[in-house]
């Protein structure tokens, strides 16, 4: 166990619609990283978030957003979504922004109908 | 070009030998981070070793080895004693810019599957 967890751990959606995961990070780290992992892309970075400020941005479409709050935990918005966006979301976190090695929870898997 | 290189999509290893999943990386940077990390069929993403490119000893951890080659921007899994349950897709991972306070993300290789025998 990471110590970081994700809910929900299933998701099962119909095009067009809008769904939120969230993500606590572990106990005292103050970055938390967003990564969706598909069939044709593989692992990708989406975005990046340090003690409530977004650090930076990866491949994520401008129909996704996420945040981070003063608690520390954070949550992915998709919107308007596509049989594409069908995946394994996963969140990581690490008690810096850089150096530290980065700790993933269990991953939500997003299936779109 | 990949950043991070894995050449084999599939291994298979018998139980108790040890195993190499190799791994290259390009980057310009000269402090960076390397990773792996094990996926089993459940799905979850376990962080297994790191090296870093400062580091100038090999880092293990348990049965884990990591065969980091800095001239030839290598930095191969060597699992020893290999067991049922290593069976798993097992990715390679890089950190650039760990020095200029802006590495974020990860990026990640294409996996290798491991199947450990009897």
């Known amino acids: 166990d990471s110590g970081v967890t994700q809910t929900p751990k299933h998701l099962i959606t119909a095009t067009g619609q809008r769904v939120t995961l969230r993500c606590s990070p572990r106990s005292g780290d103050l970055s938390v990283y967003w990564y969706q992992q598909s069939l044709d892309q593989g692992l990708q970075f989406l975005i990046h978030y340090y003690n409530g400020e977004e650090r930076a941005k990866g491949n994520i479409l401008e129909r996704f957003s996420a945040q981070q709050f003063p608690d520390l935990h954070s949550e992915l918005n998709l919107s308007s979504l596509e049989l594409g966006d069908s995946a394994l979301y996963f969140c990581?976190?690490?008690?810096?922004?850089?150096?530290?090695?980065?700790?993933f929870g269990p991953g939500t898997r997003l299936t779109v109908l | 070009a990949q950043k991070i290189t894995q050449t084999q999509p599939g291994m298979f290893v018998q139980e108790k030998e040890a195993v190499t999943l190799d791994c290259t990386y390009d980057?310009?940077?000269?402090?960076?981070?390397l990773f792996w990390y094990k996926q089993p069929s459940s799905g979850e993403m376990i962080f297994l070793i790191y090296q870093g490119s400062y580091d100038e000893q090999n880092a293990t951890e348990g049965r884990y080895s990591l065969n980091f080659q800095k001239a030839r921007k290598s930095a191969n899994l060597v699992i020893s004693a290999s067991q049922l349950g290593d069976s798993a897709m097992y990715f390679c991972?890089?950190?650039?810019?760990?020095?200029?306070?802006?590495?974020?993300?990860?990026?990640f290789g294409t996996g290798t599957r491991l199947q450990v025998t009897l």
């Open positions: 991972a890089m950190r650039e810019g760990l020095n200029t306070g802006t590495a974020s993300k990860l990026t």
């Open positions: 980057t310009s940077d000269q402090s960076y981070g």
């Open positions: 990581a976190s690490s008690p810096r922004p850089t150096g530290y090695t980065q700790y």
